[in-house]
């Protein structure tokens, strides 16, 4: 029997884990939908629908001792429409927890969690209906490989988060001999209230002799030479309803272009930039999002709107098109989105949502997006298993 390298990896962690006779955990969810695109500025995708997963999470979590705890996750999701690659799974965490050798924190080494939006995603709570804004736009990975340290100050008001990544994500190995400096300070001064900062940097070296490819979320016409990112968050979580909003600012150090002169030429038929001045390319986006429990009973509502302007520049250059001399910059490259719908929950851990999409563009000419899905969304969870 043909068994994959991930799966592999995996009965042999559990093997040794249930032979030293500790405690474990298997738990997991699904997001599956059935969607339709009513509308679309691609003429192609119009009318597009299909049953996917989007999202299938397969955990084993096993505690070591009473401070020591590793996890495995796997996930999988269906490929991009049209595709014809099966389902196969990826490792998104694999880590140590070691609670407490520092007191009142926890120490990560692995394949972690990162720290950019986890407290915004957790206040969302629909993940099973979209990612937050900083994941959807790409602005930072939700894993990592490297360390971290998270853990209370002052009795348990303040909160911080620490991390060292590589920078490029769980789907990539490090790339370069710099790291990702990630840091979150959070205050809690009453029960649902969050108001939080967070910040992160990592130096880039695209000639770099140990560079071994361009980080993609750093590069626009050109890589750039370092990035860094800012956001506030705030969000209150209350018994009957939720609400937050989050805005973030991201630097890419010198990968755009200004004073651009072009020419044409004539033997190889095509337009040449002949001067420029490399500048910084800054990207904005912010998130507003809440829901509210219904007079209907297991029927929640819930709603965000998001706004992202790619490039906040008009006279920064990030494209630019060898054939036509056409230079691509911030102008009317804004948009926002809005999702919305009903979260009817039948049973504890099982929630089916009716939803809708719309994706608004700034450039003038271009109509709305419209996506309607059905989206089911369950998770399991195996409880304690202990190995005698």
Not at 15 to 31: F, M, R, W
Not at 177 to 199: H, Q, S, V
Not at 236 to 255: C, I, L, M
Request: charge should be positive.
């Amino acid at each position: 029997m043909r068994i994959r390298g991930p799966f592999l990896l995996f009965l042999i962690f559990l093997s040794g884990v249930l032979n030293a006779q500790i405690e474990s955990k298997i738990d997991g969810l699904v997001y599956a939908d059935y969607y339709y695109q009513f509308k679309n500025i691609v003429a192609a995708e119009k009318d597009r629908n299909a049953f996917q997963f989007r999202r299938i999470y397969f955990t084993f979590e096993n505690n070591i001792t009473q401070n020591i705890k590793v996890r495995f996750r796997l996930e999988s999701e269906h490929g991009a429409y049209g595709s014809t690659a099966k389902i196969n799974p990826f490792v998104k965490h694999a880590y140590l927890e070691w609670s407490n050798l520092i007191p009142q924190h926890k120490i990560y080494l692995g394949m972690a969690e990162t720290n950019a939006f986890k407290n915004s995603e957790e206040y969302w709570g629909y993940r099973s209906i979209e990612k937050t804004i900083m994941d959807l736009q790409k602005i930072s990975s939700s894993a990592d490989m490297g360390v971290a340290l998270k853990g209370d100050l002052l009795g348990g008001k303040v909160h911080h988060w620490l991390t060292v990544f590589n920078g490029t994500g769980c789907g990539s190995a490090e790339i370069d001999r710099f790291k990702k400096i990630g840091y979150a300070l959070w205050l809690t001064p009453i029960k649902g209230l969050i108001l939080e900062g967070y910040y992160d940097f990592e130096s880039q070296d695209p000639t770099g002799k140990q560079t071994a490819a361009n980080l993609s979320s750093a590069k626009d016409y050109t890589a750039g030479k370092g990035y860094n990112t800012m956001k506030g968050f705030v969000g209150y979580d209350h018994p009957r309803f939720t609400v937050g909003a989050e805005a973030f600012w991201r630097t890419n150090e010198q990968s755009g272009l200004q004073n651009v002169a072009t020419v044409f030429d004539d033997e190889k038929k095509e337009y040449q930039i002949t001067a420029s001045t490399p500048v910084d390319v800054k990207r904005f986006g912010y998130s507003v999002f809440g829901s509210v429990i219904t007079p209907i009973p297991k029927v929640k509502v819930f709603a965000r709107y998001d706004f992202f302007d790619n490039n906040s520049k008009d006279n920064v250059i990030t494209k630019f098109d060898k054939v036509t001399g056409k230079l691509l910059s911030g102008v009317d490259d804004e948009f926002t989105m809005i999702f919305a719908g009903l979260n009817y929950i039948p049973a504890a851990n099982l929630h089916i949502m009716p939803n809708v999409i719309i994706k608004s563009y700034a450039k003038e000419g271009l109509d709305n997006d419209i996506t309607g899905r059905l989206t089911l969304y369950y998770k399991f969870d195996s409880g304690k298993i202990i190995v005698q």
